[in-house]
């Protein structure tokens, strides 16, 4: 055992000894013997204490500031600010009106859809459990949605909100799509975290839904340049869909509720505003005749390998427009193919020059101002001398001896000239009445239909014309208009002479389920009856008479008055005249009119580029189905036959 330390001996004095005392230790700082001791004095903690209470008293008046900033100052503002964090707000977006032909069949409508949402809470790494699931989530999603990848990456990865827009407008396919893997992912995750907890993540559980609706057009291409497109936010963006769109669009809604962490609190109540549903809009479009209309044009475009081409159908009783075709067109439910040269309406918007058809006006005015009749005589020869031109007809001929009505059923450019010059004293005045009388008609402004981007032609005023105008805008070059100004010049003499503005809407149906007519075209006396009922006949012999252009416009069964035009074209691209521009105009019955039919291409490269030609056979198939749509039936009357020829001497 080891050995243990002794604790140190206390010495005890001996007996009878006393204890010898230890000097004591000086104090410090005592003086040595012979000094003067000095005293000790503590610090002043006066100041200290100062300095603290007044450090106390700033932080203590400084919160006193702030609390009296919140809670009185700002109240309202921080009120306001929590009340915001407190409440979402959502827009209820109110359904799109329905545009419907004039039998109420559906040309444009909203059909639900639904707007694909997500939130990216639960695509960050602490929830996701994995760093890059809003990339693998947006690999699985871009297929379908159409987006590529990176941009709903970025989306999903949005820090500091619970909620974001994927793609809006989705067809229910999609979303049941996506529905579908959302149950096949969450399968997934479920039987692997069975294996091992928290080992998968559902990669689409944060997908998420919201009812919409998107714009659709049942039929196709079908009467596109009329009813336009829609852009991606829903709004109108061509033709009458933003023409009318105030309408259509009706009046958002809006609804406000709690939210706690991003989410709603379904025990927290609501205040909704509803939405107000778009006006259904009615056209004064017969879908079949407006079929039968693109049908023919197409065809004969591909056929001509032309540029374009139009067709107008126009009840002359009422100036309701029953067609109005473009070729080519284009598809509304996907711009993504479609040429942007092709979708507006070319019907309204491509100003040229017509060429013979436009000769009906001259004529109107030489028998308004009884300058002329029918039967006056009109020698036409080969060459015709003005200014600093030699005018001539389209073909080469001995000299002719045609009445005016023969005038306008040879189509003689030179015969118009001679009897235009007959409306003055001098050419001069002459210009000035054939101007007053195309104003009439509509030329040089607008149609009265309103559509955007409509073009109202060019129609100098007659001091200004040139030596060549004054010549050329009798026959139809020279001044220019669109398709419908055309057909109109056509419905206003089958109407007795009275111009009705065209009309594409009927009426408006509103939410509440009543329907309010358009308001009534204005209508403008241009010619006396008479005279229009001449040129009705007049323009018969232009059809039936063999002489006359027109004769691959007949209908059997049918008294048909139509006019013939080819003109020479201004290319777009050069300004300069390249290739011609062909047209059909006429109506029927001819003595009872009921509708009237437009046709024009533009620059056909093959074959025939005559208007009786190639639009004269489109004209008849066109009228043929619109009146047999319109059960409009043969009046049974007989052909005027006006004498187109005279013999000299008599």
Known sequence: MPPTKEPPRRRVPAPGRPAARRPAARPAGKARAGAKPKSLRLGSPKPRLRLVSLG???????????????????AATYTDKAERQRQARHTLTAERGEITDRSGIALAASVDAHDITADPWMYAPEQAKVPDAPQQAAAILAPILGRPPAELAKKLATPKTRYVVLARRQTPQVWKQIKDLKSVYADRAAAANKRKPDSAVNLLGGILQE????????????????????????????????????????????????????????????????????????LTIDRDIQWAAQSAIEEQVKKSRADRGYVIVQDTVTGEVLAMANAPGFDPNDLSRANAASMGNAALQDAYEPGSTSKIM?????????AATPDTHVVVPNRLKRGDRNFKDDIDHPTWNLTLNGVLAKSSNIGTILATGELGNTQPEAN???????????????????????????LAPPDKWSTSQQYTIPFGQGLSLNAMQAASVYSTIANGGVR??????????????????????KKTRVVSDQTAKTLARMLESVVDDEEGTGTKARIPGYRVGGKTGTSNRVDPLTGRYKGYTASFAGFAPAD???????????????????????????????????????????????????????????
Do not use: W
């Open 56 to 74: 106390l008293t700033l932080v203590m008046l400084a919160f006193v500031v702030r609390l009296f900033q919140v809670q009185a100052v700002d």
């Open 500 to 521: 009705i503005e065209p009309t594409l809407v009927r009426g408006t149906k509103g939410p509440d389920g009543r329907f309010t007519p358009a308001p009534a075209p």
């Open 211 to 282: 009812p919409s609706s998107t714009r659709v057009y049942p039929n196709g291409d079908l009467a596109a340049g009329i009813l336009g497109f829609v852009n991606a936010a829903g709004r109108g963006a061509g033709g009458l869909e933003v023409q009318l769109d105030k309408e259509l669009a009706g009046r958002d809604g809006k609804v406000t509720f709690a939210q706690a962490n991003g989410r709603r609190v379904p025990t927290a109540g609501a205040d909704e505003t509803p939405a107000v549903p778009g006006s259904d809009i009615e």
């Open 432 to 458: 000035r009445i054939l101007h007053s009388y195309l104003t009439k008609f509509g030329i040089g402004r607008r149609s009265g239909l309103g559509f955007p981007g409509e073009t109202s032609g060019i």
């Open 362 to 370: 001259s004529m109107a005015a030489v028998l308004e101002e009884k």
């Open 592 to 650: 009872k009119p009921r509708v009237t039919v437009y046709c024009a291409i533009q620059n056909p490269t093959k074959g025939s580029y005559f208007g009786g030609q190639i639009c004269g056979p489109i004209y008849k198939q066109v009228m043929e189905f619109a009146l047999k749509t319109r059960q409009v039936a043969p009046t049974g009357g007989r052909p005027a036959h006006l004498p187109v020829t005279f013999t000299p001497g008599s």
